[in-house]
């Protein structure tokens, strides 16, 4: 079985940016767990022991193919995982990309590991 999730020098860098998980706390007026999380401070949650986490990790290239399939939209993929990235040509016969993060050109304190991507 392949790994999923963020490997160690994925979460080195999430310590470096505000990332898309952090919306929520700052939205709240909770900057002290963003700081707390970048400064490693306070350990990021390991979610993979939880099974929805995982099945949504496995099925996210037959989800986006879905959507792409009922909207008639071209959804570009992004994975690092082999499986996944195998799953996407299977179900689209298109190539996966592998570099997941993007960085804000305007802010490049701010990032996100991309799922897809639609224009």
Known sequence: MNALGLSPEQL????????????????????RAVYRRIKGIDPEDD??????????SYTEPFNLAWTMRQTGRPIEYFSANTLCQNAWFLLTGGAC???ELAVCKR?????????????
Not at 47 to 56: A, D, I, K, N, P
């Open 12 to 31: 080195a860098e999430r310590r470096t940016r505000l990332h898309a998980g952090d919306a929520s706390n700052i939205m709240s007026g909770n900057y």
């Open 47 to 56: 979610l993979s022991g939880e099974f929805r986490v995982q099945l949504g």
């Open 97 to 99: 990309n592998i570099d």
């Open 107 to 119: 802010h490049p304190f701010m990032a996100a590991n991309l799922d897809g991507m639609t224009t």
